[in-house]
């Protein structure tokens, strides 16, 4: 619909300039639409009146002559056409904060929807009469359309005349002359501002000048623009001063201090406020008349005013800055204690544009300030990019910010703007993905969502200070509080919006609100809704790019509905955070976008796994795309930059010609190189990529792409994702007999997957369950055919053992539920497996091969188990023991034939989390919940009970600083200290040592670096492994950060057999893996979760000697036998050395000390395979063995060896 000022007649009853005068104006409208239960026009005032129908409306704003006041408004009009008929017109819902995501329930006005009388009632009516830089303006709402709700009859008048009766004031008409600005600049402003600009002419020479003289305000020397802040931030607002008059500005800055001593007021707002009136009414006949004013601080330096708005139930107290703009009138007409109430005749035509940098701080005002600067001096290509972002407002009626958005974005032009959007309704928006959008340069931001001050789009208060931007545009935003300067915090406690603008890469500009943002769940038609449109067809349909100005027409279009108590909230809470003088620059597609697209290291002289390690030299090729529908991008440039020490440059530039619009190019032909440092941690190291082209077009193309070197322990390929958590330890074994290694785990779901070095799900995984896994798999040749089984216990009392093609070898019921690691032991000797298993029923089960009970079992121990089993002979009687350990502190100790052993159980002072251990043949540590970690022997005396700093809750291990050495124990706490006692219970040098969390997993030991000693592994709840040298120091590159949890106790394994160890975990949600690129030694007592894949817990049981280098020495070497565990045959080898043996032969022995086989070696042979056959040519049982080498005059060490078939 489209009003027409037809005809504008100065009727002068006139004679002599103190008469009465009459305004005749008339105005045409175009028919409305009725569609959807609405009224549609192209008015943007809406009668809104919750539970009343919705009636758009005309206002006008009609420019009276000088001196003249309204005395009284008739209207004439065509005659009603009805429209539309037996039409229902939707009730106005109340507006609901946009924090608010439930809806406020309204019903509609029975009354008037019963009633045939039309609806609004008035055809006019004069609001109030406003004065802007001395001209006065009625406001003057038109109402040409009604509505019948009885009837269902829609009906409009095309043609309106206006007439308006006025009497001069002499009084009125000196006010006009004070305030009076007649330059260009206003002139074009007011023609924006009313209906009939013609009758400027009235004003023609009313002006006066004033000579009013202060110590503050000289009317020789006009200012245009006023800084004001306190005294101590001279220096910085003197610096922008001066780049201020450099571009055509007469600026000047006052302190807060000044002002307070020269004015008066009944407080320091109202005395900030007389010193701008003086100010403006000084230099208002100037030729620079006040425009400006940037207020230079939050409301601790230039404190506000808040105003008073009841709006339906709530009462708001607003924070607005429009109490510095607007400067006739006081704010407070009747003298009460609420400002800014419609009885106060608030004035809602500002004199002065009001922008405010809210910071406390020399570097808040820095990075504010040098932002602004930025963005007006050098243009770079975020000018051409917006983005909108909508969050979902409502369920229920269903409401997105996404439908708000797009509304807005249409007053938005295409043919200057990329746009991009984030929705929660399509599922592209999230709090990175807003950041992400900063990061990158974002001209236009504008926002529709549910915000308080310490959050906004995802965004904290902190978020800021990690933005990397060096593109500035503005943020516009709907949301509640986010411009909550009043907020009496400082630093990370500030609201968001404040933090956005002083950090320093955040956005130049932020427009929003100080309180609560209203919207209209299931419409659009929101009350802040409104003010978006107005702010956006002020840049663009009206061409004022001055975003103060901006601010101010987007409320002077909706003038008219100010009388709505919600419109007047969001008309005095919408501030601008920055210089309100700042004009949006729009270009023209001048711009090319180009993008680094992708980036890969090449480390072929290293490991070539593509991850960046110490002591590589890396050729670093980088993919650009010049974005679609972007200039052509000419001579593009990439140069890297690193300033990071430990990163060694060869190359840093790469040309990659011209590259049109959505093509690709890459500097493949010559790649950026450099070398990383030998000594350089294990860390991110960031790095930039500096990118131009057309540097001789009037806008060169410069943009930084930010990155970082992971200088990375992280295997290539790995984490795996699996979308479930994983608490069993994984183990590395050839599940599935095709000669190479898998990590093997399964899920808390029951899910069993064996997964390749490269981190792929083997064929045939997973094998399913079906039910839950809480604690590790075990794994052995159960039924010694040849091939190993995969046990778990489960959450449902199941025991399965599982077939590496998934089938079932057995499965058995237990009574109660099982959280506890399955163990595998051959405990009668009979060369197969049995499976041994503690519940919460109490029952300790053991379970042959076949999956029936074994001898006497299960044992019942009267008391919920909740630790693992360890297997071992304790009592040196020649007959397997079982320790386990009960919710009442008992530990108890049974025999394979069911029987307790003397001295136990061990009663101790609570629940044993902390599951038995055997060391040293007959030694036994376990922690219970008391804070205690015990140290017995195998008859249950006790050597060692120290209290400790908290309880202890996943098992200790056993082992020794070097091979051979003294036995030790180590333990995590829940408090998160890894402690390390010798076999006496005496504290370790200066151990323990305090991680950065808890930690509910057990520790791991080995040589990972080749030093001859042993290095001890932890991890944390929050996702951090750790790794210490025996002296208790950390090591180089520890701690590993993962991404999520750390779930399961960690494991070491050789995966991908290239001389280093990997670090393997379950986590919330797969399994992730680590290289330690150095090369291990060759002692690794305690590698995995229970000591070994059978979960023995049993020192004895562990293949503590990894695989050799077989290097020439003068000295005679026995090597360890490869592969080890092995299930068919391995080699068994020897370096002699200088020496020269006529006759070596090795001997093989079981754990008892039994000869089981002698090997002799050839003449001038070095090395012999073994098939795992005893001397009778009989397939031996798994488990350990012992072997040495004899010569006619030498024997050597003992080593061992693990035979799992």
């Not at 004035?347 to 040098?370: C, H, K, M, W």
């Not at 043996?1141 to 022995?1149: D, L, N, S, W």
Request: charged fraction near 20%; aromatic fraction near 12%.
């Amino acid at each position: 619909m489209k009003k027409y000022v037809l005809l504008i007649i100065g009727i002068l009853l006139i004679f002599s300039s103190l008469q009465a005068s009459e305004l005749e104006i008339t105005f045409s409208f175009d028919k409305p639409i009725v569609r959807d239960n609405e009224v549609i026009t192209d008015f943007i005032t809406i009668q809104q009146i919750p539970g009343e129908p919705e009636i758009p409306f005309y206002s006008a704003k009609i420019l009276l002559p000088y001196g003249q006041e309204v005395v009284s408004v008739q209207v004439t009009h065509s005659d009603w056409e009805v429209i539309a008929v037996e039409t229902y017109i939707d009730f106005a819902p109340t507006p609901q904060p946009t924090s608010i995501g439930e809806m406020y329930p309204t019903t509609q006005n029975e009354t008037i929807y019963m009633s045939y009388n039309p609806y609004p009632q008035q055809e006019v009516r004069h609001l109030s009469t406003e004065t802007y830089k001395g001209f006065s303006i009625a406001l003057i709402n038109v109402y040409p359309i009604r509505y019948i709700p009885a009837s269902g009859s829609v009906e409009y008048a095309s043609n309106w005349t206006l007439q308006i009766n006025t009497n001069y004031d002499q009084e009125l008409a000196d006010y006009q002359s004070d305030m009076l600005v007649l330059n260009h600049k206003a002139m074009q402003t007011l023609e924006q501002y009313v209906d009939n600009p013609q009758e400027v002419l009235s004003y023609a020479g009313k002006q006066v000048t004033n000579f009013n003289r202060d110590d503050l305000v000289d009317p020789s020397e006009p200012h245009d623009y006023i800084i004001i802040t306190s005294q101590n931030f001279l220096p910085e607002f003197n610096d922008f001063k001066d780049w201020k008059i450099n571009r055509g500005s007469n600026a000047e800055v006052y302190t807060v201090e000044d002002i307070y001593t020269n004015y008066a007021g009944t407080n320091q707002a109202e005395k900030i406020r007389n010193f701008l009136i003086l100010a403006y009414t000084t230099w208002a006949a100037t030729d620079t008349p006040l425009e400006y004013v940037l207020l230079g601080g939050d409301d601790e330096i230039v404190p506000g005013v808040n105003f008073y708005v009841q709006a339906g139930g709530t009462i708001g107290y607003i924070p607005s800055d429009l109490y510095y703009g607007g400067l006739d009138g006081s704010w407070n007409a009747d003298g009460d204690n609420h400002w800014g109430e419609m009885e106060d005749s608030p004035d809602f035509y500002p004199e002065v544009a009001v922008g405010r940098i809210p910071g406390d701080t020399s570097q808040d005002f820095i990075n504010a300030l040098n932002k602004i600067k930025d963005y007006t001096d050098i243009p770079k290509p975020a000018l051409e990019k917006a983005c909108m972002v909508g969050e979902n407002l409502n369920w229920n009626p269903l409401t997105w910010g996404g439908d708000y958005k797009d509304d807005v974005a249409t007053r938005i032009p295409t043919d200057n703007y990329h746009f991009y959007t984030l929705y929660q309704r399509d599922g592209t928006y999230s709090g990175n993905a807003v950041k992400d959008a900063i990061n990158s340069g974002m001209g236009i931001m504008n926002h529709m969502g549910h915000a308080n001050f310490g959050i906004l789009m995802g965004m904290s208060p902190t978020t800021p200070d990690t933005f990397i931007n060096d593109e500035y545009g503005f943020i516009y935003t709907q949301g509640c509080y986010p411009a909550a300067f009043d907020n009496p915090t400082s630093g990370s406690a500030e609201c968001v919006g404040e933090r956005l603008v002083i950090a320093e890469h955040g956005p130049m500009a932020f427009i929003g609100n100080t309180r609560y943002g209203w919207y209209s769940p299931g419409s659009i038609e929101g009350t802040s809704q409104q003010y978006d449109r107005t702010f956006f067809d002020a840049l663009f349909d009206e061409d004022i790019r001055a975003l103060g100005k901006a601010n101010d027409w987007s409320k002077i279009a909706l003038v008219g509905s100010v009388d709505n108590p919600w419109m007047r909230w969001c008309y005095y809470e919408l501030v601008v955070f920055g210089d309100p003088s700042c004009e949006l620059i729009v270009t023209d597609g001048e711009f090319p976008y180009v993008e680094v697209s992708d980036i890969e290291y090449n480390d072929l002289s290293g490991d070539n796994d593509g991850i960046l390690n110490p002591g590589e030299d890396i050729q670093m090729v980088v993919e650009v795309q010049n974005m679609p529908d972007w200039q052509l991008a000419e001579n593009v440039i990439l140069e890297l930059i690193c300033e990071n020490d430990d990163i060694i440059i060869q190359n840093n530039t790469a040309n990659f010609g011209s590259i049109a619009p959505g093509a690709t190019a890459t500097n493949y032909a010559n790649p950026f190189t450099f070398t990383v440092a030998e000594d350089c941690g294990y860390e991110a190291i960031d790095f930039k990529l500096q990118i131009s082209a057309n540097q001789s077009a009037t806008y060169p193309f410069n943009k930084t792409y930010y990155g970082t070197f992971e200088v990375s322990l992280v295997q290539n390929n790995w984490p795996i994702y699996l979308g479930a958590e994983v608490k069993s330890s994984p183990i590395v074994i050839d599940f599935d007999n095709d000669g190479e290694q898998e990590v093997v785990t399964v899920d808390r779901l029951g899910k069993i997957y064996a997964i390749t070095p490269n981190a792929e799900t083997k064929p045939g995984f997973p094998i399913d369950i079906e039910e839950e896994v809480w604690a590790s798999l075990a794994a052995g040749d159960v039924d010694n055919d040849g091939e190993l089984e995969i046990v778990v216990a489960t959450r449902n009392g199941m025991i399965y053992a599982i077939n590496s093609d998934g089938s079932e070898l057995f499965s058995y019921q237990g009574c109660g539920q099982i959280i506890t690691t399955p163990t595998l032991y051959d405990v009668n000797g009979d060369d197969h497996l049995e499976t041994i298993v503690s519940c919460i029923d109490g029952m300790l089960y053991v379970i042959d091969y076949t999956g029936n009970d074994f001898g006497d079992f299960p044992y019942t121990t009267g008391v919920p188990l909740c630790s693992d089993v360890s297997v071992g002979d304790v009592n040196q009687d020649d007959v397997v023991d079982l320790l386990v350990g009960g919710t009442d502190g008992k530990l108890f100790a049974i025999n394979a034939n069911a029987q307790m052993l003397d001295g136990f159980p061990m009663q101790t002072e609570s629940h044993i989390w902390a599951s038995p251990v055997i060391f040293d043949d007959q030694y036994i540590a376990f922690g219970n919940s008391s804070d205690k970690v015990y140290i017995i022997n195998g008859n249950g005396v006790i050597i060692a009970d120290n209290t400790i700093s908290s309880s202890v809750f996943s098992p200790l291990i056993a082992f020794s600083r070097t091979y051979n050495g003294a036995f030790n124990v180590a333990y995590t706490t829940l408090g998160g200290q890894l402690a390390i006692l010798d076999a006496n219970g005496n504290t370790i040098g200066n151990w323990p040592n305090t991680m950065t969390n808890s930690s509910k997993t057990s520790p791991v030991a080995a040589d990972i670096d080749g030093d001859g000693e042993v290095e001890i592994f932890a991890a944390t709840v929050d996702g951090n492994i750790f790794a210490y040298n025996y002296d208790a120091s950390l090591l180089l590159a520890f701690p590993v950060q993962n991404p999520t949890s750390i779930t399961s106790p960690i494991a070491l394994y050789d995966v991908d057999q290239d001389g280093d160890y990997e670090i393997i975990a379950g986590t919330t949600s797969g399994v992730s893996m680590w290289d330690y690129k150095n090369a291990h030694g060759s002692f690794h007592p305690w590698t995995m979760y229970r000591g070994n894949i059978q979960r023995t817990g049993n020192y004895a049981d562990n293949m503590t000697y990894a695989v050799e280098s077989h290097h020439p020495t003068q000295s005679f070497v026995l090597y360890q036998n490869y592969p080890n565990p092995f299930a068919h045959s391995t080699v068994i080898s020897y370096n002699p050395g200088k020496y020269h043996f006529e006759k070596a032969k090795v001997e093989i022995y079981n754990i008892k000390g039994q000869i089981v086989q002698e090997l002799t070696f050839d003449n001038d042979s070095h090395s012999i395979q073994w098939n795992g056959r005893d001397r009778a040519g009989n397939k031996l049982a798994n488990g350990i063995y012992l072997y040495k080498l004899l010569t006619e005059n030498f024997d050597s060490e003992v080593k061992r060896l693990l035979l799992i078939k």
